[in-house]
Each structure stands twice: as structure tokens, then as C-alpha cells.
């Protein structure tokens, strides 16, 4: 069941990252991002960390990718990047990527992380919520308002665009 669960979310996640890249909308592309975020945080599930993923999910799910899907909403394409067609490009970051990832496969493989053994038992995640919000509250509160200042500067950047076009049409 758990090999099932793995491939399944492995298909999703690579699935839903390669659109990501290769999706000529940005919205479209935004909601595939979610997608491999969302697909991160069943591996966390797997590996028995429900609080690691549910805060994967609060936080690059919930909130910055749809932040970056509000942002793109508001900001006309033509604002964020000119667009160069190039095959050899394309091709050229896929082989680059392949190469990264083998080579990443291979320290991984040769670097004997099957063989470590603890005696230490479990942490429980209960105990990193307790530690976490004990300690690192000013972090979440500051990540709450680089959120805020965020939509805020959207925001600011969609009204400017109008007021532009109004001067432009008088």
C-alpha cells in the first residue's frame, strides 16, 4: 500500500512540477506549483511527519503559492519577463537537470544513509508543535507580515498600472 502511495505521489509531484515549468499560462503554472507542493507534503505524510505536512501545507500551499497565483493575477505578463523561445534552451535544461539529479542519486546512493542506526526514540511531533511556537513565534508572526507586505505591494503595483492607462487615455 505504502509503494502504491509512493509512486502515486511520485507521478503527481514530478506530473505537476514539469507543467509547472512548461505551462504557457502563469495561472496555470501557478496551480501546478501547488500541486508539486502539495504532493511534498503526502511524502511527509509517508515519512510519518503529519506535522511537518500539515505545515507545508498551511504555509507554501496556502499561502505563498497563492500569494504568487494572486500576484500573477494582478500583474500583466508583459511586466514580469519577455518570453525567448529557444528549443536548444529547453533541451539544454533538461539535460542539465538529468545530470544534477544522477549525480545527486549517486552521493546519495554512496553515502551509506541506509546504514545509520539510532538508539534515540522517535521524536513526537506534538512536542516540535509545543517547541515550535514556544520559540520561534516572532518567526511566524514576521513570515505573517512579509505575507501581508506582499499582497499589499500586488496590490500597489495593479493600481499604479491603471493610473498609468487612465494618464495615458487623456
Given at each position: 500500500?505504502?509503494?502504491?502511495?509512493?509512486?502515486?505521489?511520485?507521478?503527481?509531484?514530478?506530473?505537476?512540477?514539469?507543467?509547472?515549468?512548461?505551462?504557457?499560462?502563469?495561472?496555470?503554472?501557478?496551480?501546478?506549483?501547488?500541486?508539486?507542493l502539495g504532493g511534498i507534503a503526502g511524502f511527509f505524510f509517508l515519512l510519518d511527519a503529519p506535522f511537518v505536512a500539515l505545515f507545508q501545507i498551511a504555509v507554501y500551499v496556502g499561502s505563498i503559492a497563492v500569494l504568487i497565483l494572486f500576484t500573477v493575477m494582478l500583474v500583466k505578463r508583459e511586466l514580469i519577463f519577455k518570453k525567448i523561445e529557444d528549443k536548444r534552451r529547453k533541451f539544454a535544461g533538461i539535460g542539465l537537470m538529468l545530470i544534477i539529479m544522477v549525480s545527486l542519486g549517486a552521493v546519495f546512493l554512496d553515502s551509506g544513509i541506509k546504514t545509520i542506526t539510532t538508539d534515540e526514540p522517535a521524536p513526537d511531533f506534538r512536542d516540535i508543535g509545543i517547541d515550535f511556537v514556544t520559540y520561534y513565534w516572532p518567526a511566524l508572526i514576521l513570515m505573517g507580515l512579509l505575507l501581508a507586505g506582499s499582497v499589499t505591494g500586488a496590490l500597489v503595483l495593479a493600481k499604479r498600472e491603471d493610473v498609468e492607462n487612465d494618464q495615458r487615455a487623456n
Open positions: 500500500m505504502a509503494d502504491a502511495a509512493f509512486l502515486a505521489l511520485t507521478v503527481i509531484t514530478i506530473g505537476s512540477a514539469i507543467a509547472a515549468l512548461e505551462m504557457r499560462s502563469l495561472i496555470y503554472g501557478s496551480i501546478a506549483l501547488m500541486g508539486t
